[in-house]
């Protein structure tokens, strides 16, 4: 592949040569298309026709005559090879594939599409598509797409969000829904099968293009995660992405805990989370979060909030909508509450939400709101204010400007939760918008929206410099054993143990008698485990003790365990931990994110409500730090119910162990701790699993 | 107050008083909304005037000379008692007090509340309000209430849904959102300050009311939640409910964890979810949840939906919105994949979501639309159809009462997913609802409401006969002790002990050579508690030893409890009992529902993310199931992991029992049973505190 900084040409090309350009249908679509706005030279290819639309029709690449550096093709599927040979012959090095009929229909398709790729590879040429509606860009009125040129009727507005869009449908029905919103759009991609170009290099330009401040992508799948999660967490602008499928039925049953718990989106969604990416839940909430994020460029992470409202009721469920989505609602100081108490009478104490009704009642409204307002923007503990309208009860609207203008002199953020007609609401929708005002109809998403712009905020702040990974990485770790498959717990513990990774007492035995004088060693109470070669399931097989006591049922014990794993099986006795709560960590090597360390709770209930997150391995200690802190329960951690916090020091070194583990030790596929029992805050290995490939 | 019978009044009088009557500002609104539909006598009062609006203007209500049974009372707060006696003079029984300055607005609007409330119960007078914008019913085109008149041409429909709104402005607001969204509307009652009529008594009224099929409340409390809760059981109309103040800090810290999981709206939430009412989450959700159940009277509670769409994407983003929703995706049967797939191309497998994109290729939209749709309404194991619809890309519409009429006779639901230009969705919309066929532009939207119709209709389909309260309930039960306050763990067990709920092993002791002796009849290891007064934390206080294995470590910890409770402390030694998980159960007073029982899961985690239900006290048999079966992760009680599933039969009659205890003696205030050990599928309390009144 061409080095990246040649995906301009795609978007700034010269010249576009139109292969299967004609009068009727797609590839008339894509002449008018590129007659309505583009400024450089059009060149229509389709033997049948002299000319198009007033233009130049070619028989064939080869034969135009000015500078031309990009190609729409829209032929079909099985003319394309020939296509993107003469576009080889011509220099034509950048195609857009606009033509279905490829890896989406089977074998043949995915023949064809190799084909393609062959002959674009060994010309040194990008590939874009096939299967897909190309791009638009609206601030500069290109539209390299067979999409209906009725969709610029769709009221489609120039803006500063781009998009990256998977499916081919989609990225029309987004252009028209963004319209139908009042959003405006910068760049639309539509990415289809990615056979060459992918979200990542489309990504990496937008994140330069000076046109774009956010990029909301959807996706189905992520197969170089790794390299988006990385590009990501550099990114200078906000990235939002809505993950499709993240419903299905995941990956095939799954050997160790580790790995079926990264389940088919657990793993994505918590790596790119820790990469300050950005997940929406459905099309609205993409849109109106990147909208969002785009127009409030600052905030205190703290996101406090103060509410002004004329309705109590409204008030209450802005609250609500606040508080499931983690947005604090400001405690106003007493300076506050003095000030903005003389606007209101003696017998309503002010409190946060401002409920202006008996203010204005008293003073009137523009004398309360402004009071309200002037003192929300005053106190320092409020970060941002949501002011709930009534469109269309009042002749007047606010001076947006004048609003916007004073709380951005004080760093506070300002939405509106716009109720009321629909002609007036649109109305006070744009003109608060042209003034950078966020406006949404439901108080659901204005908590969505804050919580979006907060957790950003947040992720800015704590962001390292620069991502260099570790640098002890040298050499690959010696493993106490060889064998490919399934360890048994002894055998993965010592591979831990020897890492440095502390793991519960305990030694293999051969006899009753031995096992009697190791119990006395380790200390009563001890627990017993069979281990069979293979076998993952020592409770469910009942091949584990716990709680022995005493020496006779420690011997009844071992009699037992002996004659169940047999000759090939081996006795393990182990000091009896009772932990304050049990917690799981474990390594995995994802098809799309490569290399990951996982943490998060153990348990039967965290089997039942996983509570884990993931990032990529190997991790620095910051990082690993940053990890603990970002599963839901983590007030788990930090002292519940009068329990010692967990030491965060070794619980992170455990984790950057486990990822260096694995990051150098290539034939490591998974490890799976769990239990780690948490002892008076510090971490011990009490059962573990490592896979090595070659099972 | 006199028998509900009577609200049929405030909906149809006869006569309409207007006390305040005027010529501008809410007086005058009044009466013009009268004047615009009700076809009664209006009688203007206010000696200011000789007529208002053509209308004769009396002086007093008193000088009425026309049938009169409704007033309507707009006057300032402190003229409101001399209205209700001038009212009860002339015998007008009920009375809509619109005015504000009541109890909302401090200690003398709420004595001025209650001389309202006095002269009203001794007149038999009905009182609605204060501080409420009265009623609207827009099929009869009655508008009792000072909303600007202007609200009628928001748009408003008449419909089948009926509001009752606590909060006043949210009632105007509520009624132009509907309006804006297309959604008719029957009767919409704002209740104030709700003195005397509440949401109950209409909510009797409105399950009996011919033009209402939904009923929808915003409510911020529910004062007499038992007696909604009884009749919500019993309605034969879905009940949509949007509580505001869900987030607020609950009750002030609670002595026990029974009482603290209640919190301000868990408690409220799973009563209510019990007797079939359907909760929703923001204004525009409880709209359309109500519309939707408005739509769809009949489903197979299965919900299994097939999808049809043009679009990859979306089909995939609908699964997404499904599952979120717990709504299962269908599984397609042979049959319909082989009928369904002669349409598609030969490399395209026939899967739900029905991707129609192909078929249209092969065989046009009209022939590939008509044989999926066929194919999926003939299939046994789809209940709902989700239509994916671009309105503006196709100009013609589908033939909706032809559509519908198609499903309903093969007993399925259908629903679209609409999106595209403005115009055209409108009304594709209403066309749409005409045919009864439920349109949303949210795939996530979509699934809430497919998700409230599964689960109102599993509720039909499990609600017993008649709500009889279990007949055993006769005398208080016998109480082994008598004392007011927290009871130690022993004296509680006691009593749950003598009413035949199992409790684990255990003996007071007096000595340590006692507990040497008690130790062995339990058998090691053990477990010894000090019991001190009023301590409701032995855990964090050091006062638990648990793993007690040999008797000279016994003595050591028996010397040690002794020495920490002192002379009037005691020590108790306990069988120590490993379970499988850990479960809680309780009883409780709560202020809105009154006696109630509480089940759910134990242990660290979740006091982190609880998983609790309730139901009132007392229960029967089949309801104590139901709840049983209610909690999130009921997974864990059917044999999770190996483990043997949870006795129902035997955890129902703890639950009844348990609720039969508190039902009948008064003076408990509450039970804790935490943990509720599980062994081999047997509940056992292991620990129990109960809270006696006059602590």
């Given at each position: 592949?061409?080095?990246?900084?040649?995906?301009?040409?795609?978007?700034?090309?010269?010249?576009?040569a139109?292969?299967?350009?004609?009068?009727?249908?797609?590839?008339?679509?894509?002449?008018?298309?590129?007659?309505?706005?583009?400024q450089?030279?059009?060149?229509?290819?389709?033997?049948?026709?002299?000319?198009?639309?007033?233009?130049?029709?070619?028989?064939?690449?080869?034969?135009?005559?000015?500078p031309?550096?990009?190609?729409?093709?829209?032929?079909?599927?099985?003319?394309?090879?020939?296509?993107?040979?003469?576009?080889?012959?011509?220099?034509?090095?950048?195609v857009i594939?606009?033509?279905?009929?490829?890896?989406?229909?089977g074998?043949?398709?995915?023949?064809?599409?190799?084909?393609?790729?062959?002959?674009?590879?060994?010309?040194?040429?990008?590939?874009?598509?096939?299967?897909?509606?190309?791009?638009?860009?609206?601030?500069?009125?290109?539209?390299?797409?067979?999409?209906?040129?009725?969709?610029?009727?769709?009221g489609?507005?120039?803006?500063?969000?781009?998009?990256?869009?998977?499916?081919?449908?989609?990225s029309a029905?987004?252009?028209a829904?963004?319209?139908?919103?009042?959003?405006?759009?910068?760049?639309?991609?539509?990415?289809?099968?990615?056979?060459?170009?992918?979200?990542?290099?489309?990504l990496?330009?937008?994140?330069?293009d000076?046109?774009?401040?956010?990029?909301?992508?959807?996706?189905?799948?992520?197969?170089?995660?790794?390299?988006?999660?990385?590009?990501?967490?550099?990114?200078?602008?906000?990235?939002?992405?809505?993950?499709?499928?993240?419903?299905?039925?995941?990956?095939?049953?799954?050997?160790?805990?580790?790995?079926?718990?990264a389940?088919n989106?657990?793993?994505?969604?918590?790596?790119?989370?820790?990469?300050?990416?950005?997940?929406?839940?459905?099309?609205?909430?993409?849109?109106?979060?990147a909208?969002?994020?785009?127009?409030?460029?600052?905030?205190?992470?703290?996101?406090?909030?103060?509410?002004?409202?004329?309705?109590?009721?409204?008030?209450?469920?802005?609250?609500?909508?606040?508080?499931?989505?983690?947005?604090?609602i400001?405690?106003?100081?007493?300076?506050?509450?003095?000030?903005?108490?003389?606007?209101?009478?003696p017998?309503?104490?002010?409190?946060?939400?401002?409920?202006?009704?008996?203010?204005?009642a008293?003073?009137?409204?523009?004398?309360?709101?402004?009071?309200?307002?002037?003192?929300?923007?005053?106190?320092?503990?409020?970060?941002?204010?949501?002011?709930?309208?009534?469109?269309?009860?009042?002749?007047?609207?606010?001076?947006?400007?004048?609003?916007?203008?004073?709380?951005?002199?004080?760093?506070?953020?300002l939405?509106?939760?716009?109720?009321?007609?629909?002609?007036?609401?649109?109305?006070?929708?744009?003109?608060?918008?042209?003034?950078?005002?966020?406006?949404?109809?439901?108080?659901?998403?204005?908590?969505?929206?804050?919580?979006?712009?907060?957790?950003?905020?947040?992720?800015?702040?704590?962001a390292?410099?620069?991502?260099?990974?570790?640098?002890?990485?040298?050499?690959?770790?010696?493993?106490?054993?060889?064998?490919?498959?399934?360890?048994?717990?002894?055998?993965?513990?010592?591979?831990?143990?020897?890492?440095?990774?502390?793991?519960?007492?305990?030694?293999?035995?051969?006899?009753?008698?031995?096992?009697?004088?190791?119990?006395?060693?380790?200390?009563?109470?001890?627990?017993?485990?069979?281990l069979?070669?293979?076998?993952?399931?020592?409770?469910?097989?009942?091949?584990?003790?716990?709680?022995?006591?005493?020496?006779?049922?420690?011997?009844?014990?071992?009699t037992?365990?002996?004659?169940?794993?047999?000759?090939?099986?081996r006795?393990?006795?182990?000091?009896?931990?009772?932990?304050?709560?049990?917690?799981?960590?474990?390594?995995l090597?994802?098809?799309?994110?490569?290399?990951?360390?996982?943490?998060?709770?153990?348990?039967?209930?965290?089997?039942?409500?996983?509570?884990?997150?993931?990032?990529?391995?190997?991790?620095?200690?910051?990082?690993?730090?940053?990890?603990?802190?970002?599963?839901?329960?983590?007030?788990?951690?930090?002292?519940?119910?009068g329990?010692?916090?967990?030491?965060?020091?070794?619980?992170?070194?455990?984790?950057?162990?486990?990822?260096?583990?694995?990051?150098?030790?290539?034939?490591?596929s998974?490890?799976?701790?769990?239990?780690?029992?948490?002892?008076?805050?510090?971490?011990?290995?009490?059962?573990?699993?490592?896979?090595?490939?070659?099972?």
């Open positions: 592949m061409n080095p990246n900084g040649s995906m301009d040409t795609f978007f700034n090309p010269r010249g576009v139109v292969v299967g350009a004609s009068t009727k249908n797609l590839g008339h679509h894509v002449v008018l298309n590129l007659v309505n706005g583009f450089g030279g059009i060149y229509p290819i389709n033997s049948n026709y002299n000319e198009i639309e007033g233009l130049t029709c070619y028989a064939a690449v080869t034969e135009i005559d000015g031309v550096d990009l190609a729409i093709v829209i032929v079909p599927a099985g003319a394309v090879p020939g296509v993107l040979e003469a576009c080889a012959a011509k220099g034509i090095l950048h594939i606009e033509s279905a009929g490829f890896s989406e229909t074998p043949e398709g995915i023949a064809l599409q190799a084909r393609c790729d062959t002959i674009a590879r060994a010309a040194g040429m990008r590939l874009w598509g096939p299967n897909c509606m190309g791009l638009v860009d609206l601030p500069n009125q290109r539209f390299f797409t067979f999409m209906h040129p009725a969709i610029r009727r769709e489609l507005l120039p803006g500063r969000i781009s998009l990256i869009v998977q499916s081919g449908m989609m029905i987004f252009l829904e963004l319209g139908r919103r009042g959003i405006g759009v910068a760049k639309a991609c539509s990415i289809g099968n990615r056979t060459d170009v992918d979200e990542c290099d489309i990496e330009y937008l994140l330069q000076e046109q774009t401040d956010v990029v909301a992508l959807y996706l189905e799948s992520m197969p170089r995660g790794r390299r988006f999660a990385r590009m990501a967490r550099q990114a200078a602008k906000p990235i939002v992405l809505l993950n499709g499928g993240q419903s299905r039925a995941g990956a095939t049953a799954a050997m160790s805990h580790t790995y079926s718990l389940g989106a657990r793993l994505l969604n918590s790596v790119l989370v820790q990469a300050g990416v950005t997940m929406a839940e459905g099309i609205f909430q993409m849109m109106d979060m909208h969002t994020l785009s127009m409030i460029p600052h905030m205190n992470p703290a996101g406090r909030t103060a509410i002004l409202t004329l309705s109590g009721g409204a008030g209450i469920l802005m609250c609500d909508a606040l508080e499931i989505n983690g947005i604090p400001a405690d106003l100081s007493e300076e506050t509450r003095r000030k903005v108490g003389e606007i209101f009478p017998w309503m104490p002010v409190a946060n939400p401002i409920d202006l009704f008996p203010a204005v008293r003073n009137g409204r523009r004398v309360a709101f402004q009071g309200a307002f002037s003192g929300a923007l005053a106190d320092p503990g409020v970060d941002a204010l949501v002011i709930h309208f009534v469109a269309g009860l009042e002749a007047d609207m606010p001076d947006f400007q004048d609003l916007q203008a004073r709380a951005r002199k004080d760093g506070k953020v939405m509106f939760w716009l109720m009321g007609r629909r002609e007036g609401s649109r109305t006070f929708r744009d003109k608060a918008r042209a003034a950078g005002i966020p406006v949404h109809d439901d108080a659901l998403r204005i908590g969505q929206c804050l919580r979006a712009v907060a957790r950003y905020q947040a992720h800015r702040q704590s390292p410099g620069a991502d260099t990974p570790p640098a002890q990485i040298t050499a690959a770790p010696s493993l106490p054993i060889h064998q490919p498959g399934i360890w048994d717990e002894y055998d993965s513990k010592m591979l831990l143990a020897t890492h440095h990774i502390p793991v519960v007492t305990e030694f293999l035995t051969d006899s009753s008698a031995e096992a009697a004088i190791l119990a006395r060693r380790i200390g009563y109470p001890v627990v017993l485990k069979g069979a070669p293979g076998e993952a399931h020592k409770s469910e097989r009942g091949l584990v003790r716990l709680n022995i006591g005493a020496p006779h049922d420690l011997d009844r014990a071992y037992e365990l002996r004659d169940k794993v047999g000759d090939r099986g006795v393990l006795i182990q000091q009896q931990v009772t932990g304050d709560y049990e917690l799981i960590a474990g390594f090597r994802d098809p799309q994110f490569g290399p990951c360390v996982m943490f998060g709770l153990g348990g039967i209930l965290a089997e039942l409500e996983p509570d884990v997150v993931f990032e990529l391995a190997p991790l620095d200690n910051q990082a690993a730090v940053q990890l603990i802190r970002a599963i839901r329960n983590r007030r788990l951690l930090t002292g519940f119910r329990k010692p916090p967990l030491d965060e020091v070794a619980m992170a070194d455990l984790l950057v162990r486990l990822g260096d583990i694995g990051t150098r030790c290539p034939s490591i998974q490890i799976d701790i769990n239990p780690l029992l948490i002892t008076k805050g510090t971490p011990v290995a009490v059962d573990a699993t490592v896979i090595m490939e070659g099972a």
